[in-house]
């Protein structure tokens, strides 16, 4: 159904507000809307150019044609742009929240992120999708006059992945939640009525928000799939042996429960659809699928998943708001998209050598996180001190907070590249002495 989002002004002011409202219009002669000016904010912010240098499932720079986190971004606002383009959304306004969906993902993939959130854990915790909205709102400097890229309301509200909170973290850091003061929800005064309840009741997703998340799952489910198979640590003939189908099967009911019929899911079914990837990928005289046949294949895959979409209006909302919408997928699209997800998983992330890989990463940022806050805990003019950037240092003058001086190491760590990560670690903690000229 597109026609009630086709009848939806999303130019309307309380969509495209920007927390400052100084810069709601473009230069003379910029002839861009609200939204494409977001995107070109994020594509040339630092936080956006560090992702190239991120992990997506493979580490970044193990190979030239293995995707980055960057990469990732790319291709999830692509098929965003698909499903909005074929819905009657704003292209551009999709395309700036899956561009920035990534930005607050740590060196080493979710990895980093597991290590990051145990060290944060006795400071309020750390979730890659808060981290985002931190640094859209707080750290990634635009301009002297204020802090963040600026953007508008609708691209905020189009990368809050998890409003309720994820893992028993809340959406929002408290301070950045604190700040906020209820303005992503539309107040823009403590008197305008919010545009969704932001009290007791969990806040919906939007409907940009949606179908980011949709897109997000598309890209995760075939994309890493297609880099396991050209890396070689897939061979798709393995895809219907008993073993992969039994760990498929029991990895789908685990991770995607709340899916309808992922709890009791047989192996007759998935080995039904495994047999059905094999078929597109093997071509009867080949060792390996070549690259051609698997991008063909993988193509298939996301047309079959942006076309089956659909959009309703939901139960019990006007249509004056980004959250009066639903998107839907059919339940064998997101089963099968659940299937495919779980091959990396369970053939990829749990293969011993990216499991090294993994260990890795786990005690790099940990180590890094231990030594930095205990460099922040003294006083700033000790030597201790000096190992942290000068941007940090200044920032820690005006905490009063052990909390507050562990967000803000968390913030510098998250920031890293996977290479920079390494490096650092390497010449705080190795032996070997190191030269004081070479870049942090």
């Known amino acids: 159904m597109t026609a009630p989002v086709l009848a939806f002004d999303w130019f309307a002011p309380v969509h495209v507000a920007r927390r400052y409202p100084s810069e709601l219009g473009g230069a003379e002669g910029d002839l861009r809307d609200p939204f494409e000016r977001d995107r070109a904010r994020i594509i040339h912010s630092g936080a956006f150019r560090r992702l190239q240098g991120k992990s997506q499932i493979f580490a970044a720079g193990w190979s030239g044609y293995l995707r980055t ?62 981290q985002t909205y931190r640094i859209l709102t707080q750290l990634e400097p635009l301009t002297t006059r204020h802090p963040g890229v600026n953007v508008t309301r609708a691209t905020l509200q189009g990368i809050l992945k998890y409003p309720g909170g994820k893992d028993g973290h809340p959406a929002l850091y408290a301070d950045d939640a604190h700040d906020d003061g209820g303005w992503l929800y539309g107040q823009d005064t403590p008197t305008d009525t919010p545009l969704v309840p932001v009290g007791g009741s969990v806040p919906p997703r939007s409907i940009i928000c949606q179908v980011m998340d949709w897109a997000d799952d598309i890209a995760y489910s075939l994309h890493d799939l297609e880099d396991g198979l050209s890396a070689r640590l897939l061979n798709h003939r393995s895809l219907i042996s008993g073993e992969v189908i039994e760990r498929v099967t029991m990895r789908v009911r685990r991770s995607a429960a709340h899916l309808p019929g992922a709890a009791d899911l047989d192996t007759a079914a998935v080995k039904d659809l495994l047999q059905g990837l ?19 294949v993988m193509g298939g895959y996301v047309r079959r998943f942006v076309t089956a979409t659909s959009i309703e209006v939901t139960a019990g909302h006007h249509q004056d708001s980004a959250f009066a919408f639903t998107l839907l997928a059919p339940s064998t699209a997101q089963l099968e998209c659940a299937v495919l997800k779980a091959i990396t998983q369970e053939l990829i992330l749990r293969d011993q050598r990216t499991g090294v890989y993994a260990r890795q990463a786990l005690r790099i940022i940990s180590d890094l996180f231990g030594v930095l806050l205990d460099a922040a805990s003294h006083d700033l003019d000790d030597v201790r001190a000096a190992i942290l950037p000068y941007e940090t240092r200044a920032a820690l003058q005006e ?12 913030d510098f760590v998250s920031g890293m590249t996977d290479a920079q990560a390494s490096q650092y670690h390497e010449r705080l903690f190795s032996a070997r002495q190191s030269s004081p000229f070479a870049p942090l």
């Open 278 to 296: 094999y078929a597109r990928l093997d071509d009867g005289h080949s060792l390996m699928p070549g690259t051609a046949r698997v991008r063909e």
């Open 399 to 410: 905490t009063s907070t052990e909390a507050a001086r562990a967000r803000l190491i968390c």
């Open 69 to 130: 986190r960057v990469t990732h971004a790319m291709e999830v606002a692509q098929i965003a742009r698909a499903i909005a383009s074929n819905h009657g959304l704003p292209g551009s306004l999709a395309e700036a929240a899956a561009l920035a969906h990534d930005l607050g993902h740590p060196p080493f993939g979710h990895n980093g992120e597991d290590a990051l959130n145990a060290c944060m854990a006795p400071y309020g915790g750390f979730e890659g999708n808060a």
